[in-house]
């Protein structure tokens, strides 16, 4: 099992281009998340799912969309990038076992 | 609603001495907790979870963790520090929410390792 996959690890953006950040798992969770991490505010959530069809507001949820169209897949999606979005993304699946996080993503807005 | 709050944001020890990392839940539920690491430039490890079975749970590098139900704590120990311990710390809660399920991290705790 790969686990969580996401992509790329580094993206550098211009103030106002749009980009796509993939998260794929192959667990089978129904629940999937993204988080973005700044220095001394730990994760934060931006959006999170609990099944195909379905996404809700995390925590930080402005500038961002996601769909789920699918219970393998979650992608983020900045539509017109600002340099507050400059930080670490980081996509995870959960069960109420335990969080599976990909790699991470850092996310650089000039 | 769920919340985590990790009462010390930094924490600094000697090598050798003991290690605590508190962290103070609230939940509706039964929850489901955990504590992860992340080493610097590094993605995110689970050390430990408490999944509503023994209280004192043991986890990896030696760290172990103990649910209070009564005290809505489940602090992070280590008998005696490392070098290699020094890293930042989530406390995190897994619950049930409308819809399905909510993990919530707490903000993080800094462990410095003192040679």
């Known amino acids: 099992n790969a686990g969580v996959t996401q992509t790329p690890k580094f993206q550098v953006l211009k103030t106002g281009q749009s980009m796509t950040l993939q998260c794929a798992q192959d667990?089978?969770?129904?629940?999937m998340s993204w988080y973005r991490q700044d220095p001394g505010m730990g994760l934060r959530l931006i959006h999170y799912s609990v099944g195909a069809g379905i996404t809700d507001q995390g925590e930080v949820p402005n500038g961002y969309n996601v769909s789920r169209s699918t219970t393998e897949d979650f992608p983020l999606r900045l539509l017109s990038a600002a340099p507050s979005q400059t930080s670490v993304y980081f996509c995870?699946?959960?069960?109420?076992?335990?969080?599976?996080f990909g790699q991470g993503t850092r996310l650089t807005v000039v | 609603a769920q919340s985590v709050t990790q009462l010390d944001s930094h924490v600094s020890v000697s090598e050798g001495t003991p290690v605590l990392l508190r962290c103070n839940y609230s939940s509706s539920y039964s929850p489901s907790l955990f504590w992860y690491v992340q080493h610097p430039n590094k993605g995110l490890q689970l050390l430990l979870k408490?999944?509503?079975?023994?209280?004192l749970v043991k986890g990896i590098n030696g760290f172990e963790a103990e649910f209070k139900k009564s005290e809505t704590s489940f602090h992070l120990t280590k008998p005696s520090a490392h070098m290699s311990d020094a890293a930042e710390y989530f406390c995190?809660?897994?619950?049930?929410?409308?819809?399905?399920?909510?993990?919530?991290f707490g903000a993080g705790t800094r462990l410095f390792v003192k040679a």
């Open positions: 995870a699946s959960s069960t109420s076992r335990g969080t599976f």
């Open positions: 995190v809660v897994s619950d049930r929410d409308t819809g399905g399920f909510k993990t919530i």
């Open positions: 667990m089978n969770h129904e629940y």
């Open positions: 408490y999944t509503s079975a023994a209280t």
